[in-house]
């Protein structure tokens, strides 16, 4: 190994270095998805058809956030109604 090669090996990234940042980046977002509770989808489309039986409402303009952090987790509705 000559001298050169030290430096050289250094300065550019392995595959094995590309291929383990790459892993890491996809570890990192799917936890970010797995992070919401399975029964959110089922919860939102009851929470639509609670608030259908007494006012027509667009599916389209509901929007349903769970944010959590620490200390506690919260639920966020958003209902555009009519006028």
């Not at 790459?22 to 998805?33: F, Q």
């Not at 929470?47 to 667009?58: G, L, S």
């Not at 620490?70 to 639920?75: G, P, R, T």
Request: glycine residues 2%.
């Amino acid at each position: 190994m000559s001298f050169f090669d030290y430096f050289r090996s250094k300065s550019e990234p392995s595959s094995a270095d590309l291929a383990r940042e790459r892993l890491k980046i996809i570890v990192a977002h799917e936890r970010g998805t797995r992070s919401q509770p399975d029964y959110l989808p089922q919860m939102q489309q009851e929470i639509i058809a609670v608030i259908k039986k007494y006012i027509a409402i667009d599916q389209d303009k509901v929007s349903i956030q769970l944010d959590s952090n620490d200390e506690c987790s919260v639920l966020e509705v958003n209902v555009t109604l009519p006028e």
